[in-house]
């Protein structure tokens, strides 16, 4: 099958495509990215030689480029990852979201519908899958986000995020589409960029600088691990229903402080100091979201899909994995 991922070099997607051909071997991957500052294409050099993966660099905000490039692969089907993230990126410069997220996603649907729509036979067979946030669902004081909470974004990167979903399915009710939308909680793991929570009190703590919690660090996140998200997202594409939104969740419901605290103490014991004195509250982000949770129930009952392995267990590796990357940094040798 041939498969075009997007923003395949970054966290979800780098780690989606070192999957993809762990357990479909035989599948042939387009990569197809920006490459902006959160991308990490090094962390796909297990692959680079994989005859079955391809990469291209390219803008999905750039349609005739993207047509180009669909045209020559002609995928059977896409995984779109590709997206402006991060919160506090969005409310600095919200324009640059709402270019690729939802600009950049029409792009992408329309290319492929009008790709794909050329041979009414197989237009059905090929898929779109579209990896959305559970943040388009806004704050939530008690319980969990179902597949039927209503919509309520709260920044400009949920607003984006939450535009992009009502757009893929839009075509899939208006012109037939096979698509399917995940809104997924918080991921970990290896090749999380910098600036996203656990990275930042992994790499403060090593650096010795302080660790920024915001506000009281009483919000809440649920975690899931990134490998956990592949699977989820591998069962999705393959035995997921055409029109329906899956809900992807850790189950792992953390305030922030408390998470901070955490990895503090697992860090303290392996660096032999005391890291929570790094700890620094700053300023609340405007518009900050107390709490989020994930309700998984849905894809659990329907495909199965259960989180692997405990988070305590998928944080101890995450960590790991980050000394490990800085272990030949003269500041890390001297640490460790």
């Given at each position: ?35 902006t ?20 660099q390219?803008?999905?905000?750039d ?38 997220n ?27 899958l ?26 400009p990167y949920?607003?984006?995020k939450?535009?992009?979903?009502h ?6 009710y ?11 909680s ?95 509250n ?55």
């Open positions: 099958m041939r498969i075009l991922i997007t923003g395949g070099a970054g966290f979800i997607g780098s780690n989606l495509i070192l999957h993809w051909f762990k357990h479909h071997p035989d599948d042939i991957i387009l990569n197809l990215d920006n490459l500052y959160a991308a990490n294409i090094d962390f796909l050099n297990p692959v680079t030689s994989n005859p079955n993966y391809r990469f291209i390219a803008d999905i905000v349609r005739n480029h993207l047509k180009d490039v669909l045209r020559e692969f002609i995928p059977q089907g896409v995984i779109h990852l590709a997206a402006e993230s991060h919160v506090d990126n969005s409310i600095k410069g919200p324009e640059i979201f709402v270019l690729t939802v600009l950049g996603t029409f792009n992408l649907l329309e290319e492929c519908r009008q790709l794909w729509n050329k041979d009414k036979l197989t237009f059905n067979e090929n898929r779109f579209h990896i959305s946030t559970d943040e388009v669902f806004g704050s939530l004081e008690s319980g969990s986000f179902s597949e039927q909470t209503p919509y309520r974004p709260n920044s949920s607003a984006t939450a535009g992009s979903d757009i893929v399915r839009a075509y899939h208006t012109y037939g589409m096979n698509a399917i939308i995940t809104n997924c918080n991921n970990f793991g290896p090749n999380q960029n910098n600036e996203k929570l656990i990275p930042t009190v992994i790499r403060s703590a090593i650096s010795r600088d302080k660790i920024p919690v915001y506000g009281n660090g009483q919000n809440i996140r649920d975690w899931l691990f990134v490998e956990d998200h592949c699977n989820a997202l591998d069962m999705v594409f393959h035995k997921g229903k055409s029109g329906e939104t899956y809900n992807i969740g850790g189950r792992n419901q953390w305030k922030n402080i408390d998470l901070v605290n955490k990895i503090c103490d697992l860090l303290s014991d392996i660096l032999q100091y005391n890291v929570k004195e790094q700890i620094s700053v300023t609340d982000r405007l518009g900050h979201d107390l709490r989020y949770a994930v309700d998984s129930t849905k894809i659990e009952r329907e495909l199965k899909w259960r989180p692997a392995k405990d988070f305590d267990t998928n944080l101890k590796t995450t960590i790991d994995w980050y000394l490990k990357k800085r272990e030949h940094s003269p500041l890390t040798q001297q640490i460790i």
